[in-house]
């Protein structure tokens, strides 16, 4: 049930950005209303389903800081989230 929310949610913020793209500076109103509610609807189902961590973690907007580099891979460096404490490999470009 909240994974279908979720992903309502999301095709609500596509379809928004699609008629704002599409759309002429007269009409920013409605995508901006159903962009809106697609954020409002991603943030509640994200929300009520990982209660186990701060509320900004449970969103997506985690506060990482580079804990180090990964020894398999030279330009993958490790991030840590201090909130909640979740590893993520990140391969850098150079």
């Known amino acids: 049930m909240l994974h279908r929310l979720q992903a309502a949610g ?12 599409s759309v002429d500076s007269s009409g920013v109103l409605l995508p901006l209303l159903i962009s809106g509610a697609g954020i409002i609807l991603v943030s509640l189902a994200r929300g009520i389903t990982r209660r186990g961590r701060s509320f900004l973690c449970r969103i997506g ?5 580079q804990t180090g580099w ?8 490790v991030y840590q ?13 150079v």
């Open 81 to 93: 989230c201090e909130r909640c404490g979740q590893k993520k490999r990140v391969v850098k470009a």
């Open 10 to 21: 999301v095709l609500f913020i596509v379809i928004g950005f699609l008629l704002w793209v």
């Open 70 to 77: 990964d020894a398999s891979t030279p330009s993958a460096a």
């Open 61 to 65: 907007l985690h506060k990482n800081k």
